[in-house]
C-alpha cells in the first residue's frame, strides 16, 4: 500500500460503466457530491447488501436500467483531505442491461463517444484511470490524495492482475464482499 493518508471515516462506494463499442453511459450528478459532473452511475454500498448489489440497485436508482453480468475493473482510494475521509470505490462495467434509459432526480443518462468525452466536465482523476476502464483490457488501481474537491496533490495508479486487484479489496473493505 502507499504512504498516503487514511482518515478514520471510511465510505465504500460502486460505479458502474455501461460500455458498447465506442460508446459509455454516463450520468450528469444533479445535486449533493460531485453535482454538475459526468460520472458513471453508482453511490455508498448499504451493509446487508454485496458491492456488486449495491452497483446495480444504484444504477437502477440512478437511471432505471438493470445492468447484466457487471464486471469488477478496478479500485479507486480518495483521501478526501477537507471532508477528513476516505472514499474506496469498488468500480464496474457491463456491454449489456435490461430496462429503459430515465432521467432521475439524482442524474441525467447521456452516451458519449469515448473519444469525445469532455473531461474538463469530470473529476480531475478521470483523465488518470478512464483509459484503463475504457480498454477494457486493463484491471487497475488508483489512490488520489485531494486537498479541495477538485484538486489533487498526489496519485497513485497502476494496472494490476486480478489476483492483486481482489487482493486490495479484501483488504480495504470492511464490509461482506461477493
Not at 444533479?30 to 448499504?46: E, S
Request: hydrophobic letters at 35%; glycine letters at 6%.
Amino acid at each position: 500500500m502507499s504512504t498516503m493518508v487514511n482518515f478514520p471515516k471510511y465510505s465504500h462506494c460502486t460505479l458502474l460503466f455501461v460500455q458498447q463499442a465506442n460508446n459509455i453511459l454516463l450520468g450528469m450528478k444533479k445535486r449533493g457530491f460531485g453535482a454538475n459532473l459526468w460520472n458513471g452511475f453508482g453511490g455508498k454500498v448499504d451493509f446487508t447488501e454485496t458491492i456488486r448489489q449495491a452497483a446495480i440497485r444504484e444504477t437502477q436508482e440512478e437511471c432505471g436500467i438493470t445492468p447484466i453480468n457487471p464486471k469488477f475493473v478496478g479500485l479507486i482510494k480518495f483521501n478526501m483531505n477537507l471532508d477528513q475521509k476516505t472514499i474506496i470505490v469498488h468500480v464496474f462495467k457491463t456491454t449489456e442491461y435490461t430496462g429503459n434509459l430515465t432521467e432521475s432526480e439524482e442524474m441525467l443518462p447521456q452516451w458519449f463517444d469515448v473519444d469525445k468525452i469532455n473531461y474538463d466536465a469530470k473529476w480531475p482523476d478521470d483523465r488518470i484511470w478512464y483509459p484503463d476502464m475504457l480498454s477494457g483490457n486493463n484491471l487497475f488501481f488508483g489512490e488520489y490524495d485531494f486537498q479541495e474537491h477538485s484538486v489533487i496533490t498526489s496519485s497513485n495508479h497502476k494496472i494490476v492482475k486480478e489476483e492483486e486487484l481482489l487482493a486490495l479489496q479484501k483488504e480495504l473493505s470492511k464490509i461482506r464482499l461477493e
